[in-house]
């Protein structure tokens, strides 16, 4: 049997709150998926962090 998980800590779960922030009006919103991520499926990308430039695209091979 394979298996995963994943622990985040608090510092993880703020970093994820602020992306999600920076994304709350993107077009893709309501088609970007959280938790497991499949091919095919939009998610939030950090494309620079330092510059704070994340955006939702389609996640593939």
Sequence with gaps: MCGQ???FTEEDN???KNILE????HPQ???MKTG???PTNF???ILN???NQYDI???GF
């Design 5 to 7: 998980y994943t622990v």
């Design 14 to 16: 703020q970093e994820i």
């Design 22 to 25: 920076h994304l709350k009006n």
């Design 29 to 31: 919103k309501t088609n």
């Design 36 to 38: 497991e991520i499949f």
């Design 43 to 45: 998610a939030p990308l």
């Design 49 to 51: 962090d330092r510059e």
């Design 57 to 59: 695209l389609q996640w």
